[in-house]
């Protein structure tokens, strides 16, 4: 069994939006993080929830627990000043209630398109080898640029993957990691496998899904949208399909 935490204490800069917070906005009836929150509800490897969460969207995020019968999550804590701290909030309440070997999955709640295979995979390479990242290839040439204006270097394509979530870890691996960053002073790591790497250790990379994004911007959510749009579409499609049988 595995312990989830989704981490969600960003108020969505890229996104653009300021009056609500990205991982809030509604698609398809549902707010973006309880999509994400539904496929770990689901999946039967999973045990419980934690959250990390805006401090002063907790009560509304109970509500809305509450409200599309999330019955996993176990707490809902405080976020931190950034996504590192964040994830460590939540990794602390977790650690009350596991063993240094189970494994934890930290995923962001901006992750609507899961699904049950990428975290069972993750789930059984962090159980391997103490480390999980989902990451795809890259599709496109990848140039290295120091100041963002110029380039100095290109970057070997079949060696480029990009990172997903959620990333697996054992509980004793990645508390390690949270304590010898704070005696190295790291305080703003980009994820918890660049927490891993800047540390000197080695992650575990697997296969992930292209439909697995992370909705940041608003051509994100314009994608996440026609998705559902597609889906609503086929499934109506289909009931008047079955109508005319009749």
């Known amino acids: 069994m595995a ?27 549902k707010p973006i993080i309880v999509r994400t929150l539904e496929h770990f509800e689901k999946h039967p490897q999973v045990e419980d929830i934690v959250i990390s ?18 019955s996993k ?18 990794l602390v309440e977790i650690q009350k209630n596991s063993k240094p070997e189970d494994i934890v999955l930290i995923c962001d709640g901006v992750r609507p398109m899961l699904s049950e295979k990428l975290i069972t995979d993750c789930i059984d390479t962090a159980k391997e080898f103490e480390t999980a990242v989902p990451v795809t290839p890259s599709i496109d040439s990848v140039l290295e640029s120091p100041d963002g204006k110029t380039c100095c270097k290109s970057l070997p394509r079949k060696q480029m993957f990009i990172t997903q ?8 691996k990645i508390m390690w990691a949270h304590d010898e960053a704070e005696v190295r002073g790291i305080t703003n790591p980009i994820s918890s496998s660049e927490l ?11 296969q992930g899904i292209r439909e697995n ?18 889906e609503s579409f086929k499934n109506f499609a289909k009931e008047e399909l079955s109508l005319s049988e009749v």
């Open 3 to 29: 312990h989830v935490l989704v981490f969600a204490g960003g108020i969505g800069a890229r996104m653009k939006s300021n009056d609500i917070p990205k991982q809030f906005i509604e698609v398809d009836g």
């Open 53 to 70: 969460c805006l401090a002063e969207k907790i009560d509304y995020m109970k509500m809305l627990l509450v409200k599309h019968n999330i």
């Open 73 to 90: 999550v176990i707490n809902v804590v405080p976020g931190g000043a950034n996504g590192h701290q964040s994830i460590h909030n939540g």
């Open 165 to 172: 979530a959620p990333q697996g870890y054992t509980m004793r």
């Open 196 to 206: 891993l790497i800047e540390l000197g250790e080695t992650v575990q990379i697997f």
């Open 213 to 230: 994004i992370k909705v940041t911007t608003p051509e994100d959510l314009q994608t996440l949208r026609s998705y559902f749009y597609y």
